[in-house]
C-alpha cells in the first residue's frame, strides 16, 4: 500500500475532443489503483447541441451531473423500449453494463454539459477504462462486419449497406443542426431512473458545518442495475468530515465538484497514506478498510462519491456512532488512561456529533 499514489489527480488522457465536446479519463498509468481495484472514471464534456452517439459499455457505472442539463437516451438490456431522461445539474444516473445510451447537450442556455462517469471496469477490456461500443459513426461496431453479412443481416442492397455505414462519418461526440430534434422525456421516467442529491433531503445535516446526502438501494432502488451506491457531501467553509472507512472492502471513488480542502487516508501499520490539497476536477481512490477524512478550505468543499457496495457499512472512528463510543471504558483504559478520562469528559459531545467543523483555528463540534 505504500507504494500506491493515492494523490488526487486531474483527467490525464483526452479521449476524444471535437466541435460537439469531448471525453477525457483518468489512466491506470496515472492512478494504479483504478487497475488494482478494479475501478474506472471518464468526464464527458458536451458544448450546446453537443451529442455522444448511442453506444453501450462493458461496465456498471453513474453518471452524476457536475454542470449544466441535457437530455439522455437509455435502452435497458432485454428491454423493448427506449426511456428518454431530462437530467439537470445534481442528477445522478446509473447506466446497467450492456445498456444502449446517448446524451444531448440542448445548449438552451448556451453552456457546457459537465458529466462524470465513476464505477467499476471488472469486466472491461483494457484495465480502469470503460470500453465503448458505438452503434454508428467511424468507430461503429457494424464496421467490423463484411458487407455480405451486413446486406443479410438487415435485408439492404449493396448501396443501402454503404450508406447505413458510412453515412455517420463522426466519431464519439458530433455537433447537432440547429433544426434537428430528438424524442422528448418520457413521463414519470426521471422519478425512477434519475436522484438529484441537490433537491434531495440530507441524510446528515449540521448547522454551521455540513450535509450528507446518501442513495442507496433503498431509498433508490434503481441502483441495484449497477450495483453500486453514491453520496454527495456538502462541507461549509473550515467544516471536516468525521474520519470514517469501509468496513465491507468497498472501494470510493470520490469526485470534488465543487471548491477545495485537504484529504488525508490513513494507511496500513499507524502510518499516514495520504496528506493532499484537493480542488474542484480531481478524483480521489479511498482503498478498502483505510479510513478517510476531508476538511473543506475558506471557500467550502462539495464532492460525489460512488462506493463499489449496493448497501455499504461506514464505521466512524469518532462520532454518534464511533466504535470508540461503543467500547466499555474498562477496555478503553486498557488502551490509555488518558483515553478513559478524555472520553468520560468528551463524551456527552461527541455522542451528538456527526461533522467536525473549524472556526478561528478552533475545534468545534457541530449538532
Known amino acids: 500500500m505504500a507504494s500506491v499514489n493515492l494523490a488526487p489527480q486531474f483527467t490525464d488522457v483526452t479521449i476524444f475532443e471535437g466541435e460537439g465536446g469531448g471525453y477525457y479519463t483518468?489512466?491506470?498509468?496515472?492512478?494504479?489503483?483504478?487497475s488494482e481495484a478494479k475501478l474506472g472514471a471518464g468526464k464527458l464534456v458536451l458544448r450546446p447541441r453537443g451529442f455522444a452517439l448511442?453506444?453501450?459499455?462493458?461496465?456498471?457505472?453513474?453518471?452524476?451531473?457536475?454542470?449544466?442539463?441535457?437530455?439522455?437516451?437509455?435502452?435497458?438490456?432485454?428491454?423493448?423500449k427506449e426511456v428518454v431522461l431530462a437530467p439537470k445539474k445534481g442528477d445522478a444516473i446509473p447506466v446497467p453494463l450492456g445498456s444502449v445510451?446517448?446524451?444531448?447537450?440542448?445548449?438552451?442556455?448556451?453552456s457546457d454539459v459537465e458529466i462524470v462517469f465513476l464505477g467499476e471496469t471488472a469486466q472491461t477490456y483494457t484495465p480502469a477504462q470503460f470500453d465503448y461500443f458505438f452503434l454508428a459513426g467511424v468507430q461503429g461496431v457494424l464496421g467490423g462486419f463484411s458487407t455480405d453479412f451486413i446486406t443479410r443481416a438487415f435485408d439492404l442492397t449493396q448501396d443501402e449497406s454503404d450508406q447505413l455505414l458510412k453515412s455517420q462519418t463522426g466519431s464519439l461526440i458530433v455537433k447537432l443542426a440547429k433544426n434537428q430534434t430528438l424524442p422528448d422525456p418520457c413521463k414519470d421516467a426521471n422519478i425512477n431512473m434519475l436522484y438529484n442529491f441537490e433537491s434531495a433531503k440530507p441524510s446528515i445535516h449540521v448547522n454551521q458545518g455540513g450535509s450528507?446526502?446518501?442513495?442507496?438501494?433503498?431509498?433508490?432502488?434503481?441502483?441495484?442495475?449497477?450495483?453500486?451506491?453514491?453520496?454527495?457531501?456538502?462541507?461549509?467553509?473550515?467544516?471536516?468530515?468525521?474520519?470514517?472507512?469501509?468496513?465491507?472492502?468497498?472501494?470510493?471513488?470520490i469526485f470534488i465538484t465543487k471548491g477545495s480542502g485537504v484529504v488525508?487516508?490513513?494507511?496500513?501499520?499507524?502510518?499516514n497514506a495520504l496528506v493532499a490539497k484537493v480542488q474542484s476536477g480531481q478524483l480521489c481512490v479511498v482503498p478498502k478498510f483505510l479510513p478517510v477524512a476531508k476538511i473543506a478550505d475558506e471557500e467550502g468543499l462539495e464532492y460525489f462519491c460512488v462506493v463499489t457496495s449496493l448497501e455499504p457499512y461506514f464505521a466512524e472512528l469518532a462520532g454518534e456512532t464511533s466504535v470508540w463510543k461503543a467500547m466499555d471504558p474498562s477496555v478503553l483504559q486498557l488502551l490509555s488512561t488518558w483515553i478513559r478520562g478524555w472520553w468520560n469528559f468528551s463524551t456527552p459531545r461527541l455522542a451528538r456529533a456527526k461533522f467536525l467543523f473549524l472556526q478561528r483555528n478552533e475545534l468545534r463540534i457541530g449538532t
Open 212 to 253: 450528507l446526502t446518501i442513495a442507496t438501494a433503498e431509498n433508490f432502488p434503481f441502483l441495484k442495475k449497477v450495483g453500486l451506491s453514491a453520496n454527495f457531501a456538502k462541507l461549509d467553509p473550515f467544516s471536516m468530515s468525521t474520519p470514517m472507512y469501509t468496513a465491507d472492502a468497498s472501494f470510493q471513488l
Open 54 to 80: 448511442p453506444h453501450y459499455a462493458d461496465c456498471h457505472k453513474i453518471g452524476y451531473f457536475v454542470q449544466g442539463s441535457g437530455r439522455v437516451g437509455i435502452v435497458l438490456p432485454n428491454s423493448p
Open 101 to 110: 445510451s446517448w446524451w444531448y447537450n440542448a445548449g438552451e442556455d448556451n
Open 26 to 34: 483518468w489512466s491506470a498509468s496515472l492512478f494504479p489503483l483504478l
Open 264 to 271: 488525508e487516508i490513513a494507511g496500513l501499520n499507524g502510518k
